[in-house]
Structures are given as structure tokens and as C-alpha cells.
């Protein structure tokens, strides 16, 4: 099993309807958490950090949910624009001397805006 | 700020030969990692470095090796390229040891190996 798991999709919907994304992620010792997006044959770029008390940033709102290990991400009134696979990110520590942080992602969800 | 280059952007390799990716970032990041994202499976680690002469392995690092010998730059070199290896590869930085902060991706290096 996937340490971040999200529904690849493809998610179709129409301009100005609102879709939904969600990731789950196994392990409870995670630390931060983010959304990034991807535009086709290019890098990932940062959407936005999650944070336990929801953030929100224009039309698009993250949630976490720690109790039941799962990130989401709400875009409203979603524009033409908004086509591009989204990413689940996950952070934790990792032991050893480095002690650095490990950054999981999930496999992406693709979202296709129509007019 | 160039922020993060890779080349080069395109590579075909045969079976057996070795090159390396370079990989270089101007924000005086502590933080490098090298992924490769293959259809389905997202990206995956391969390798990691917290700074300059501090190097630890991924999720995928077998095939790979890195070096860190300064702040800047951050090469992977494959050592005998398999068609398994067939992928596109992002180096990424971001500031400070742990990873609260954004990761900055480079452009990309799509490699095939026939």
C-alpha cells in the first residue's frame, strides 16, 4: 500500500462547478502537509499548505483531517485554468544522522475543466 | 535568480552507458532531491541531500549515485542506464534541513533508455 493515496481520476466537470479532491495517507507520525499542481510535461509548483484548522486562499479551500489521516482540497467556481493534475504532499521525519524531513507524493489527481 | 536549472532537458542513452544529470539551484538552498515521475506512479525519491557533503538515499535510489560538494550543485549520475530508467527527473530545493518550506522544481530532464 501507497504511503499517500489519492484517486488519479480523470475528474471532468464544467466550468463554475465545484469538485472536490481527496488524499489519505498511512502514516500517523506525519508532519505537514501540502498541495501541489502539475501542468502537463511541466514541474510541480506549490498550491498550498494545509493546516489542521483549514486554510483557504481564494477559491481554493484545504482541510486535514489527522483523526482519519486525510487531506482535502476544494476548488470552487473552477475556471478553465484550473486544469492540471494536483498533487497530495506529505512530510515526516526520517531517523538517522541527517535527521531530515522525507517528502511523500501521492500519484496526482487530474482534473479536466470543460466550457 | 535562476532558481533551478537542470540539463539536459532531453537524453537518450542505449543500454549500458553511463551519464550524469546536472542539477544547480541559486537560492543558497540547503535542502536538494532528485525524483522521477513515471505515468501512475507519481514522483519518487530517489535521492536526497541536507547540505554540502551530506547525501542519504530515497524510496528508488538503486541504479542512481549523487554527490554534494557544495551548497549549489547537485549531479545524479546514473551508472549503467537500463530502459527501466526511462523516466522524467526533477531536481528540487527548498530552504532550511526540514521540509515545512516549499519545494522549487526545476524544469525537468526527460531521459529515454533504449
Known amino acids: 500500500r501507497k504511503e499517500v493515496e489519492q484517486d488519479p481520476g480523470p475528474f471532468n466537470v464544467p466550468e463554475g462547478a465545484t469538485v472536490a479532491f481527496n488524499c489519505t495517507y498511512s502514516n500517523s507520525a506525519s508532519q505537514s502537509f501540502f498541495w501541489y499542481r502539475q501542468d502537463c510535461r511541466k514541474e510541480p509548483k506549490l498550491l498550498m499548505s494545509v493546516y489542521s484548522s483549514g486554510n483557504e486562499d481564494g477559491r481554493f479551500t484545504a482541510q486535514l483531517n489527522r483523526a482519519s489521516q486525510y487531506i482535502s482540497l476544494l476548488i470552487r467556481d473552477s475556471k478553465l485554468s484550473d486544469s492540471a493534475t494536483y498533487l497530495c504532499?506529505?512530510?515526516?521525519?526520517?531517523?538517522?544522522?541527517?535527521?531530515?524531513?522525507?517528502?511523500?507524493f501521492g500519484s496526482g489527481t487530474r482534473l479536466s475543466i470543460r466550457p | 535568480n535562476a532558481g533551478v536549472t537542470q540539463t539536459p532537458k532531453f537524453q537518450v542513452l542505449k543500454t549500458g552507458q553511463s551519464m550524469t544529470l546536472q542539477c544547480a539551484q541559486d537560492m543558497n538552498h540547503e535542502y536538494m532531491s532528485w525524483y522521477r515521475q513515471d505515468p501512475g506512479m507519481g514522483l519518487r525519491l530517489i535521492h536526497y541531500?541536507?547540505?554540502?557533503?551530506?547525501?542519504d538515499q530515497g524510496e528508488v535510489p538503486n541504479g542512481y549515485n549523487v554527490s554534494r560538494s557544495t551548497t549549489e550543485d547537485f549531479p545524479l549520475r546514473l551508472l549503467s542506464a537500463a530502459p527501466s530508467q526511462t523516466s522524467v527527473y526533477f531536481c528540487a530545493s527548498s530552504f532550511g534541513t526540514t521540509t515545512y518550506n516549499e519545494q522549487f522544481f526545476g524544469p525537468g530532464t526527460r531521459l529515454t533508455v533504449l
Open positions: 541531500s541536507v547540505g554540502a557533503g551530506i547525501t
Open positions: 504532499v506529505v512530510t515526516r521525519l526520517v531517523s538517522g544522522y541527517s535527521s531530515a524531513s522525507k517528502i511523500i
